[in-house]
DNA sequence: GTTTGACCTTGTCGTAGCGTCAACGTTTCT
DNA sequence: AGAAACGTTGACGCTACGACAAGGTCAAAC
């Protein structure tokens, strides 16, 4: 038998076996004159039981250490392991397909909607439609979900969940509609003033007395100001004036 | 932010971070005096998206498709491809687990007990407890069985079966055990013919006839040829006087 | 006699998603 | 001032082969 009619035989390409051998998966068959591989029956009942346990799902490696090895003890636990092993696959696959489920069910589609507990329904309420100032609101409220510990994550979301409520959800929109228009305005615009000040009122007291607080902490200073930086001149007058009042309400 | 604080943050290493930026996914941003990566807020926000889409299970190139494309069309599309993928390779793994536990199960741990079908029957019930040639023989049928299709497998176990009923098995280990003794033994050992006359009787005229058929096909007598090379000088022997005796009996 | 086509040979590059050096410069802590 | 901990680019390694390239060999067709 040549190298082709043996891979035909098992159901395998040429440049497999030719790798099997280089892996040390299958013996070197001896040479015909020409230089050609002359393999003999043996060599394909080899060769299909290294398929058979690749389709498992082995590694070659294994396989290699399973065929050399030889006896039962190391192909029991190999084995085991492996089962263990697509297990868990199985159920990293199931749990993707759960979360794709909840992806897909959303008829908005935004990825993001794929955060868990108290935080996904702050998530979900928030109005993100058509506002760019919600909608990376939305993304950085994400990332602080996955970034922060368990402990700060219930704070955050019962810190935001009041502006999420049906009463309050009008007024929150239409604020977010206000920060939007901002975005290129001149920072002496009056309706940055307008704005700080409703803002000011619309925030809950727990909410001012945190973002007050934050300021002078270092680890949520450096939060503050990094999400600052990524305000427009005249959203971030709205942010400075804001400041001003919160403080003064003490 | 730097490169280390921006990968802690989401939870990546800063090669990650760095392969990136590489494929495109995630923008360089400004470098500071000294060379170093300088991030902002956006690009966590950039990274984190990147991250959650890719333990989705998408590939880099798709995650790079979908962020540049960007209108949800797209995205759709790529999630539902990739929940039908998803639900390929959870069929997949389900039949792999239970190849494996079938092999599990199996107290001897043969690792050719994957077989379905008739195939099965015979291959569970031909005796290979110790006997090195009826091991030999099992690779080969399922060899065979893999590589036939569906015609010839039937018509192969159909004539395998006489040999693995109760009433033979006996026999057939027997015979196998002799088979075994003559790896050795010299071609003119007294046992060579003895065991050649027990093995013409004991198989059944189905079997002899589709054996003496087979030397004059030419894809079943290049099978012949190949089986009979790994048999050692006195197996051979026996096997040319079984032939001889098989076509006597006509 | 040669040309075609189907084989065979070795060798090298490419894949996905980074991990892991190497060799070097910068910042920061002590 | 020296060490530790950061940053930079560049290159190789991993899996299990596929897909070339650049040839040599062999049988059949012209």
């Known amino acids: 038998m040549r190298i082709g009619e043996l891979a035909a035989l098992v159901g395998v390409s040429t440049r497999t076996v ?5 892996l040390g998966l299958l013996p070197e068959p001896d040479r015909l004159a020409n230089g050609y591989r002359e393999y003999r029956l043996r060599d394909a009942v080899v060769l299909a039981r290294v398929r058979r346990l690749a389709e498992l799902g082995l590694s070659l490696d294994e ?3 399973v065929l050399t090895d030889d006896q039962g003890r190391e192909l029991r636990d190999v084995l085991l392991e492996l089962d263990a092993d697509l297990a868990r696959q199985q159920e990293a696959i199931v749990a993707r397909r759960q979360r794709l489920a909840a992806l897909l069910a959303d008829a908005e589609l935004r990825p993001d909607s794929t955060v868990s507990s108290d935080m996904a329904a702050v998530l979900r309420d928030l109005p ?6 919600a909608e990376f609101d939305r993304e950085v409220l994400t990332l602080i979900h996955t970034a922060a510990g368990p402990a700060d994550r219930t704070s955050f979301s019962a810190l935001f969940h009041p502006l999420t409520e049906p009463r309050a959800l009008a007024q929150t929109q239409a604020i977010y509609a206000r920060l939007d228009e901002l975005a290129d305005a001149d920072p002496g615009d009056p309706r940055v003033a307008d704005l700080a000040g409703d803002l000011a009122a619309h925030l809950p007291d ?3 007395s945190a973002l007050v607080a934050s300021v002078d902490d270092a680890e949520t200073g ?4 990094m999400l600052s930086q990524e305000l ?4 971030y007058e709205a942010f400075r004036l804001l400041m001003i009042m919160l403080k003064e309400r003490r």
């Open 128 to 133: 993100a439609a058509g506002s760019k100032f």
């Open 222 to 225: 450096h939060w503050l100001k």
């Open 63 to 65: 396989i290699r250490d």
């Open 232 to 235: 427009s001149a005249a959203q």
């Open 206 to 208: 727990e909410m001012a």
């Open 18 to 22: 030719r790798h099997y051998h280089y």
